[in-house]
C-alpha cells in the first residue's frame, strides 16, 4: 500500500525536493508524433521509491506547508507570490551568480508567458515604442509586442558564426529604429537560444550589458533554459550576475530575468510555473509591475512551490542528493547525446546546413530548398520551408516547425526541431528523416 | 498510515470528485484577520475519510487521468484545455441549462481573470472603444478596461431597488456614450454582483438579452458566483440559458460566460481554475480568440481538472453523493446564515443601510458619514470610506473594503465585506464592528 500510495503522493503534488523523481513518474509516457514539440516526452527513468532515502524530501515538503499561510494551497496567495518560497528563490538566484538577489524582486507567474506579457504591457506605451528582439526569436516576442500594439525592432543572429549576436548589428539595427522615429525601450536577449540553441560567450554578454547601459535600455533576459547547456566550453551566466560582476547596480542598469518550470531537466510544462526577477527600476515602476501583477490576484500556488524547488535542488549531504544528480545527470547528458545524434544527421542532408547544438531544446538547420519546391509551395499558397514540413509530417509523422515562424534572413529557410524525443527512438527518427529528405530532393530537384 | 497518506493524497490533488471534502481539507486554518478578504477562511468541516466509501471518486480520478494525453499532468496540454475535461464541462454546462453546450467554445484559462483579459484585448480595438460596466464594479473590469486603452461606459446599478440593474439607466448610457463618439463593444453583468451581492430576476436577464441583440453588443457575463444564492426566491440562470430560452442562438447573440474554482462552496482559489464559454462568435473571431489562448501555450492542468470537477460534482446513487451534498449543504447554508447575521448587524448601526444579501460573498453596505468624518479624511488627503475602513481596521483588525475601490454614486460612501469568517467568530466580529462604530459616530458627531 505504501508503494502505491507514496507513489501517488510523490507524483501528484510537487512538496518533495526530490523534482527528478517526481518528474519521472509525472512524465511515464509516449506521445505518438516522434518529434513532437511539446516537452511531454522527455526521457524517462523509473525508481523504486523508499520514502527512507528521502528524509530531505519530507522535511522539506513540511517546511513549504509551512511557508504557506494556514498551509491552505487553496487559497490566493500574496500577488508577488508566496514570500517564503520567494526567499528560496532569491536564495537559489544568490547561490547561482554569487551576487544578493532580494524577494522583494521576484514575482512568481504561471509559466514565463504572462511576466513577458507583463513587462511588454509596461514598456510600450504607443506605437512608437519599439523592442529590439532577435531573429531568429520564440514567437511569443513577436506576438506579445503586437497584441501590446508596439514595434519589433529586429536585429538578426549571424548564423555563420554560430548565432552570434553582434554588436555592430545590434547597433545599426538600433540607429535605424532611431532615424525612423521609434523609441526602443528594451533588448530581449533568449540565452541559451530558442529556436537557435546558441549559448552566448561571457564577454558577448559583457558587451550587451554594457550597450544597454549606454543606451538606456531595459534588458529582458529570457533564461529559461539556463540549465540547458550541452558543450563543456560554455557556461551559463545569468544577465544580472554578468552585469553585477561588471560593478553595475540598482542604479546603473535595468535587468528582468525570466525563469520556468517548464525546461531545464525538470520539464513540468503543464504546472505553470515560473518567475521574474526585476532589479534596476525606480520604486515608482516597481509600484506599477505590483499592481499589473495584483490584477490577477496570484499565480497557482503548486507552480510556485515548483519553480522554488527549481531554484534550490538537493545539496552534498541530503539523502536524496545521489539519486537527484544521477537523474539529473543523465537527462542532461541524454539530451546532449540526441542534439549531436541530430545535429550530425542534419549535416548530412543533402542542402542542409546546422550550426552546433548548444544548449536549449533545440536545433535550427537550414536548408536550401530546390527551386522546384519552392514553386510548389507557391502553387500551394504555402510558405517553403512550411511546405517541407508538412510533407515531412505527412510521410513520416515527425513535427518541425517552420523557420518562417521564427523570423529569419529573408530568402533562407529553416526548421526547427527539439531534442525531445526518446533517445532510443532517435535512430528510428534520422532513418525516417533521411529517406524522406532525399525523396523530396529526387522529387524537386532543379 | 493510510489515513496519514490518503488525507495527503486526497489534499493535494484533486483527482477526486469529492472536492468539498477536498475543500475542507485544504482549507482547515483560520488567519489572523476575522473578516480577511482573501477566501482562505471558508467554513471547515472535517471528516474521517474511509476510501470505500467512496469509489466513485477513485473512479473518477483513474478517468480523468486516462483523459489527459499521456497521463501528464506535467505536460502541455491544449491550448484551450485537455479536450475530455472540457468535454465533461460542456456536459455539466447541458446539465445546468438544459441547452446543449459544445466542448470547443471552452476555454479553460488560470482563473476567471485572464479569460476577461482576453476578452478586453479582443474587443478593445482603440480609445474609442468602450465597455458598458455596473457600478459598484469588481475592479478587474475597470483595470482590465485601462490596460487595454478603452473607456469604460459606466452604467449605476439601483441601490434602492436592491441594487436592481434597470433597464432605462443601461439605455441611457448607452445613449450618452454614443453621442461622445463612443463605439460601445460589450456589456459586463456580474450575477450574482460582486460588491453589490444581488442575484437578477430572471425577467430583467431577458430584458438585458433583448438589450444587447437590438444594441450588437457583446454579453460578457460574469457567472462566477452561480452556486451561491442564499435566498428560496431568487435562483441562478445563465445568461446563456435565458437567451437560448428566448430562441436566440449562434446567429443572434454573442454571449461570453465566465465560471471559475474560486468561489461557490469550494473556494479553491490557490489553484488558479476556471473558464469561458463563448458563442455567437463568427469562425474568424473564434480563430483569434483560438490565438489569443496559444499565445500562452496553456492554463495549468490541476486547475483544469479542478474546473471539470466544479461543473460535475457527484449524483444520486454515487457513493459520495451523500457526504458530498451534506457538506455543500452544510456550506452553503453556514454561508446564508452568515451573510443574515452580518445583513442584519449593519441595519442596526447609526448611519448604516444594507441591502438584502441574495448572492456572492459580499454584503455593501451604505454608511452616512457624519461631515466631521469627511473633514477629518480629507486632512489625512483619504477618501472618506477608506477613512472609515482604516480606522475600524487599526482599532479591530476587522478588513472592509472602502466603495470607493468599486464605483458608487458620487457623495454615497459605501464599504464590501465578505461573508467568509467562520461563522462561530461571526458575533464576536458583530460585537466589535458595533463597539467601533459607536465610538466612531460619538468622535466624529456633527
Redesign the interface.
Known amino acids: 500500500?505504501?508503494k502505491f500510495?507514496?507513489r501517488?503522493?510523490l507524483t501528484?503534488?510537487p512538496?518533495s525536493s526530490f523534482y527528478p523523481l517526481l518528474?519521472s513518474l509525472?512524465?511515464?509516457?509516449?506521445?505518438a508524433s516522434p518529434l513532437s514539440l511539446?516537452?511531454?516526452?522527455f526521457p524517462v527513468t523509473t525508481h523504486n521509491i523508499n520514502p527512507k532515502e528521502y528524509s530531505d524530501s519530507i522535511e522539506r515538503a513540511w517546511r513549504i506547508l509551512d511557508q504557506i499561510?494556514?498551509?491552505?494551497?487553496?487559497?490566493?496567495?500574496h500577488s508577488q507570490g508566496i514570500k517564503g518560497l520567494r526567499d528560496t528563490i532569491a536564495a537559489g538566484i544568490e547561490a547561482r551568480d554569487g551576487f544578493p538577489a532580494d524577494p522583494n524582486d521576484i514575482f512568481l507567474t504561471?509559466?514565463a508567458?504572462?511576466g513577458v506579457?507583463m513587462m511588454m504591457?509596461l514598456l510600450i506605451r504607443s506605437e512608437n515604442d519599439g523592442i529590439l528582439c532577435p531573429i531568429p526569436q520564440y514567437p511569443?516576442y513577436s506576438?506579445?509586442i503586437t497584441?501590446h500594439?508596439g514595434k519589433l525592432v529586429p536585429y538578426y543572429l549571424n548564423e555563420e558564426t554560430g548565432w552570434g549576436l553582434e554588436m555592430p548589428e545590434l547597433k545599426k539595427q538600433l540607429e535605424d529604429a532611431k532615424s525612423k522615429g521609434i523609441n526602443v525601450r528594451a533588448l530581449v536577449v533568449i540565452n541559451p537560444g530558442n529556436p537557435t540553441g546558441q549559448v552566448l560567450p561571457e564577454e558577448n554578454q559583457k558587451q550587451i550589458v554594457q550597450f544597454c547601459k549606454e543606451e538606456g535600455l531595459v534588458l529582458l533576459a529570457d533564461e529559461v533554459y539556463q540549465e540547458n547547456v550541452y558543450v563543456p566550453e560554455k557556461k551559463f551566466h545569468s544577465f544580472k550576475k554578468v552585469s553585477r560582476s561588471l560593478g553595475y547596480g540598482e542604479n546603473d542598469i535595468s535587468v528582468v530575468s525570466f525563469q520556468s518550470v517548464?525546461k531545464g531537466y525538470y520539464?513540468?510544462?503543464?504546472?505553470?510555473g515560473g518567475y521574474f526577477e526585476v532589479t534596476g527600476f525606480s520604486s515608482d515602476v516597481r509600484e506599477q509591475i505590483y499592481k499589473?501583477a495584483s490584477?490577477?490576484?496570484?499565480?497557482?500556488?503548486?507552480?510556485q512551490i515548483l519553480a522554488s524547488l527549481v531554484m534550490s535542488p538537493p545539496e552534498v549531504g541530503d539523502d536524496s542528493y545521489e539519486s537527484y544528480f544521477a537523474e539529473k545527470d543523465e537527462i542532461l547528458t541524454s539530451m546532449a547525446r540526441r542534439a549531436k545524434t541530430l545535429e550530425e544527421a542534419f549535416k548530412k542532408l543533402e542542402g542542409v546546413t546546422c550550426n552546433k547544438a548548444e544548449g536549449a531544446m533545440y536545433l535550427f538547420p537550414r536548408i536550401e530548398l530546390p527551386n522546384k519546391a519552392i514553386e510548389a509551395a507557391k502553387a500551394e499558397n504555402t510558405v517553403p520551408d512550411a511546405f517541407y514540413c508538412k510533407q515531412l509530417l505527412q510521410a513520416t509523422g515527425i513535427v518541425f516547425v517552420p523557420g518562417s515562424g521564427f523570423g529569419q534572413v529573408p530568402g533562407t529557410w529553416h526548421f526547427r526541431c527539439t531534442i525531445l524525443p526518446q533517445e532510443e527512438k532517435i535512430p528510428a527518427i534520422v532513418t525516417r528523416l533521411t529517406k524522406f529528405h532525399e525523396n523530396f530532393m529526387d522529387q524537386f530537384h532543379d
Open positions: 500500500m505504501w500510495v507514496s501517488k503522493f501528484h503534488f512538496t518528474f509525472l512524465h511515464s509516457h509516449s506521445l511539446s516537452h511531454s516526452n499561510p494556514g498551509r491552505a494551497t487553496g487559497a490566493y496567495s504561471d509559466g508567458s504572462p506579457h504591457q511569443l506576438a506579445s497584441l500594439g517548464s520539464g513540468e510544462c503543464g504546472k505553470r499589473m490584477v490577477n490576484l496570484c499565480s497557482n500556488v503548486s507552480g
